[in-house]
């Protein structure tokens, strides 16, 4: 996942994996999000075959932007990921916001995630960009 894509306007960063339960659990959460425009959604495909992560997308419904894939868990340990699933906001400045670590919860979007990002965006107007979320 190129770090020039998480600039401009907040976003979220998912990590989720195919094989990991909580991911599915939290997944409508994330579709919801989605479909309310919250903000641009990439997912982070954690230890997990490509073709694994397609189908369950397909499965479960796709929220992301853009997918990164993540096959030996580099990209995660740059991030200081513990397990899946995490969740960040990310600044328009391409900042880590916040993290939640574990599946997101309504409580944890309510209250953390969407005053968060409605902070972040007063604080930098949103940037044009063809590729909205």
């Given amino acids: 996942m ?15 994996a195919s094989w990991c339960v909580e991911c599915q659990l939290e997944h409508p959460l994330i579709m919801q999000m989605k479909s309310r ?6 997912g982070l495909n954690y230890k997990n075959r490509p073709d694994d992560a397609a189908r369950w997308l397909n499965t479960f419904g796709d929220p992301y932007t853009r997918t990164g894939a993540d096959l030996d868990g580099r990209v995660a340990i740059d991030w200081g990921v513990y397990g899946v699933p995490e969740t960040f906001v990310i600044d328009a400045d391409g900042r880590v916001a ?7 919860t309504a409580e944890v979007v ?12 007063r604080m ?10």
């Fill in 124 to 133: 930098r107007p949103l940037v044009d960009r063809q590729d909205d979320s």
């Fill in 37 to 42: 425009g919250v903000a641009p959604i990439h």
């Fill in 110 to 121: 309510e209250r953390t995630i969407m005053p968060l990002i409605d902070s972040l965006r």
């Fill in 98 to 104: 916040f993290k939640h670590i574990g599946p997101l």
């Fill in 2 to 16: 190129a770090s020039a894509n998480l600039v401009g306007r907040p976003s979220l960063v998912n990590v989720f």
